[in-house]
């Protein structure tokens, strides 16, 4: 595989145990995601996205196969360092948000920034320039449950993006919100990935937010059906 | 800092159940503030009221004299001891004593009776002797023949008031001591620590009839504070400096005294510890909730990549955090109620007296062990079950928590 690859699977399974039955959520996935692209999972309801998106993560573990991230296997780390890996590497973008309510925007986003030790003059200075990029400035110190939303989103695209991941992965970031609000939000995001040259890989079963990628994967029952590169 | 501030709003979160947990803490430190104030005001008024009706609070004798009491065996550079005594200011009174056993006679009956010699002026500074006095007068300051004898003597003999009455005792010379002497008083029956068959007298009165010279056979201690009487007469014993001498606290000069104290405070003790299990209870309850609630933003917390640690400390800072302000609001009511206590007291149903002293309410003794146990009792009680859901939080698996809704 490419050496370029920041995001390799090989052979990735997922089955759940789920009382008496067996469920298959990945067959064996074998996925490339080079550096700098945008792309989209797609996939009907049950079709294994999320399942992917937290093998790829680190956040559970697959049944079998492996998953190197930025040139390393995770399924080697121990719980602690596979914690200090997504804290250094990934950035993470939830279907709901997931904001910490009692941290101001601006603390949400410096929260990372804490966790890597980076020092306060450069992190207030990071924050402020994440928020100014996400449309957010005016409003560093609300706290979520004071925002919209679309605005709750940006937040977490901030958060996401202020310590310079080499991954960022989303989760339906655009599903509880409404469409124009939706697609405003992935032109923004594919603004700093082409800006920042960040890789993104985000699912959706929106197809609108589909149409947005640079390469589309389609999952249907845990197994790849389609993968479609596309200039825009 | 983060955790604190994060610690801090977490608590004002529910605003209702914060308070309600800081004031189930902050009323179990007062009602153990408040037991711990009146059980060492009881205590303490008992052992003064039993120490002052006697045996001072601590005492000095001729080594060996306590285990067996002779006549011979006495402290003899009385002037030495007496000039180190005064020298010390923890020492707020003192009072020497020479004893010895000896004959009583009256009309036909003999019985034998225990000989006490004091010094009155001294006795009143230290003790309360006087006031156990059931009829008569007390001994005279200048020696006489003039006694106080003990409920029980007196009813051995059939004496009373301006009865005479001779003893024969055994002198110091190895002569025999003989005279006669009449009752001045009577000793209270039932309020009085002087249950056998006592006489006292001047102490130069009890020398002079016993061939003695000037020397003591106990001399008792009364301490600025009765609480410090074992490191006090430890100062005593390093201020006189005498292998000959031994200087011990009422603790051990009234070993079962001391002994039935300390098996009493016991109780109060299990009943504090009942009070504590409850507040444990109902702060464990409060933080399991809380954590339970919050599930899912540590898993976010933990996706991020937020060490184990991180959140262990954060559910932690918390517990201490409304421990400390609890231990604050407590430590500040039981200040009010125990200076009430203190000032005011709580009525005895039933009083009692004792040594002619009239104990008709329980006082509160205000002392900072007061406050220091119920605050470290509340805050290790409160971090000891916060482990426990600190734990929990901790060791959350992001997606589990993820998925939580
Ligand atoms: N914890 C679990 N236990 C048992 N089965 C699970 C579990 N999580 C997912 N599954 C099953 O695995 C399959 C894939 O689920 P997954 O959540 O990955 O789908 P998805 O594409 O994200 O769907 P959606 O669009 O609804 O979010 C489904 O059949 C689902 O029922
Ligand atoms: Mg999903």
Redesign the interface.
Same mark, same amino acid.
């Given at each position: 595989m490419d050496k370029e690859n920041v995001i390799e699977t090989k052979g990735v399974t997922k089955t759940y145990q789920s009382g008496e039955v067996k469920v298959h959520a990945l067959h064996p996935v074998d996925l490339a995601v080079a550096r700098g692209e945008f792309t989209a999972i797609a996939g009907p309801s049950g079709s294994g996205k999320t399942t992917l998106l #937290?093998l790829i %993560?680190g956040?559970?573990t697959p049944s079998s196969g492996k998953v190197r991230l930025a040139g390393r296997e995770i399924g080697a780390m121990s719980q %602690?360092e596979l %914690?200090?890996?997504?804290?250094?590497h =990934?950035g &993470?973008i &939830?279907q709901a948000y #997931?904001l =910490?309510?009692?941290?101001t925007v601006e603390?949400n986003v410096e929260?990372?920034l804490?966790?890597r030790g980076v020092p306060p003059g450069e992190r207030a200075e990071r924050v402020k320039r994440i928020l100014e990029e996400v449309g957010l400035s005016g409003k560093h110190g609300r706290f979520p449950s004071q925002l919209s939303g679309g605005q709750q989103q940006r937040v977490a695209i901030a958060?996401a993006m202020v310590s310079g991941p080499d991954i960022i992965l989303a989760d339906e970031p655009t599903a509880n919100l409404d469409s124009a609000t939706g697609a405003a939000l992935m032109d923004m995001m594919r603004g700093l990935n082409e800006g920042r040259g960040m890789t993104f890989l985000f699912s959706t079963h929106d197809r609108m937010i589909m149409e947005k990628s640079t390469r589309l994967i389609a999952l249907k029952d845990g197994r790849i059906d389609s993968d479609t590169r596309r200039q825009r | 800092m983060l955790l604190l501030r994060m610690a801090l709003r977490n608590l004002l979160r529910n605003r209702r159940r914060t308070l309600l947990t800081g004031l189930m803490m902050a009323g179990g430190f007062t009602f153990f503030s408040a037991t711990l104030g009146l059980s060492d005001g009881t205590y303490g008024s008992i052992i003064d009221m039993f120490t002052r009706s006697r045996t001072g609070h601590a005492q000095i004798h001729a080594a060996g004299y306590l285990d067996r009491p002779s006549l011979y065996n006495s402290i003899k550079d009385l002037d030495r001891v007496e000039r180190t005594l005064d020298g010390l200011k923890v020492v707020k009174a003192w009072a020497p004593r020479v004893y010895s056993p000896a004959l009583a006679f009256a009309g036909s009956k003999t019985v034998g009776a225990q000989i006490m010699g004091i010094d009155p002026a001294r006795e009143r500074r230290a003790m309360r002797l006087e006031s156990q006095l059931a009829e008569g007068s007390f001994i005279q300051d200048k020696p006489s023949d003039g006694v106080v004898i003990s409920a029980r003597l007196a009813s051995a003999l059939a004496l009373k008031p301006g009865d005479e009455f001779s003893m024969i005792g055994q002198a110091a010379d190895g002569s025999i001591a003989n005279d006669n002497f009449r009752v001045a008083g009577v000793l209270s029956a039932t309020e009085s620590s002087f249950e056998g068959p006592w006489c006292l007298m001047h102490i130069d009165k009890a020398r002079e009839f016993l061939a003695l010279g000037r020397e003591a056979h106990e001399i008792a201690l009364v301490f600025t504070d009765y609480r410090k009487a074992e490191a006090d007469a430890g100062l005593v014993a390093a201020a006189l400096d005498d292998p000959k001498l031994d200087v011990e606290p009422w603790q051990v000069t009234q070993k079962e005294f001391y002994q039935a104290m300390r098996l009493d405070k016991k109780g109060g003790d299990i009943s504090n510890l009942i009070i504590m299990g409850i507040v444990a209870v109902g702060v464990l309850n409060t933080i399991l909730m809380a954590v339970l609630e919050r599930t899912r933003e540590y898993g976010v917390l933990k996706a991020l990549g937020t060490r184990p640690a991180f959140i262990f400390g954060l559910i932690m800072s918390e517990v201490a955090l409304l421990a400390l302000i609890s231990c604050a609001a407590g430590a500040l009511a039981s200040l009010a109620l125990n200076h009430y206590l203190s000032v005011a007291g709580i009525p005895i149903p039933k009083p009692v007296s004792y040594g002619g002293v009239r104990f008709t309410r329980m006082l509160s003794a205000v002392t900072p062990l007061v406050f220091l146990r119920p605050a470290y009792t509340v805050l290790s009680a409160a971090l000891l079950v916060g482990l426990f859901p600190a734990l929990k939080a901790a060791r959350i698996t992001p997606v589990k928590a993820l998925g939580s809704r």
């Open positions: #937290n %993560s956040l559970d %602690s %914690s200090d890996f997504r804290r250094d =990934i &993470f &939830f #997931n =910490i309510p009692v941290l603390e929260y990372v804490l966790l958060r | -």
